[in-house]
């Protein structure tokens, strides 16, 4: 059975420090791996991970993907109170039907 | 990216009525997908919504508790029937633009029922 795993489930940390968020993965015939941020109720799209070893970044939020040992990082550093949300990552299946995680609820204190 | 409304944002029901949820997408997309979020929980498919056939319901989700019409390229909507507060959720559609492989959600649709 598919099936995508988050951890931690929640983080609280201070303003400037650095997270790391672990998604790891068992899905049939994986082509991607997809980060988002979700705060009220849409999620935002992050990033889409498709190859091994190779960092995606955005301003202080970099992802990489390791398909070798089905997962992936999220990395947030010099974090700020905007910060503070549920982090989802999805991975499609072949009907492009996303299979999320139960996310990582993150909250940064001032 | 795809710019997608949702009617009604929020909504208090009372049990054994029904509601429905409008997705509207600023652009045609071929598959539009519709989610349900718990509290406290993360995403689950409900169905995938084709234009011109019937929705794809996920395991767990029938017809008849959440019918789902798909007129159009650009339009969807989600039906919560005869509603129990066990269906007190976020519901939230989403849509897959075709070319990137990701999917763009619209910002959802709250709803208690009492």
């Known amino acids: 059975e598919d099936k995508v795993v988050q951890s931690p489930l929640s983080l609280v940390v201070h303003e400037g420090d650095t997270v790391t968020l672990n998604c790891s993965y068992e899905v049939t015939n994986f082509r991607s791996l997809l980060w988002y941020k979700q705060e009220k109720k849409a999620p935002t799209f992050l990033f889409m991970l498709t190859s091994s070893g190779i960092e995606k970044k955005s301003g202080r939020l970099s992802s990489i993907l390791d398909k070798k040992e089905l997962f992936s990082i999220l990395n947030i550093t010099a974090t700020q109170t905007g910060d503070s949300a549920v982090y989802l990552c999805?991975?499609?299946?072949?009907?492009?039907?996303?299979?999320f995680g139960t996310g990582t609820s993150l909250t940064v204190i001032p | 990216s795809a710019v997608i409304s949702q009617k009604p944002s929020r909504d208090i029901c009372q049990r054994g009525t029904s509601l429905t949820i409008q997705c509207q997408v600023d652009?045609?997309?071929?598959?539009m997908f519709w989610y349900r979020q718990q509290p406290g929980q993360s995403l689950t498919l409900i169905a995938t919504?084709?234009?011109?056939?019937?929705?794809?319901?996920e395991s767990g989700f029938v017809i008849d508790k959440f019918p789902i019409s798909r007129p159009n390229l650009t339009f969807s909507t989600l039906t919560v029937s005869n509603m129990s507060p066990e269906d007190s959720s976020i519901y939230l559609c989403s849509v897959d633009p075709g070319h990137q492989e990701t999917q763009y959600f619209g910002p959802g649709t709250r709803l208690l029922v009492l």
């Open positions: 999805a991975v499609p299946n072949t009907g492009n039907q996303f299979y």
């Open positions: 919504a084709n234009q011109g056939s019937e929705a794809t319901y």
């Open positions: 652009s045609q997309v071929t598959m």
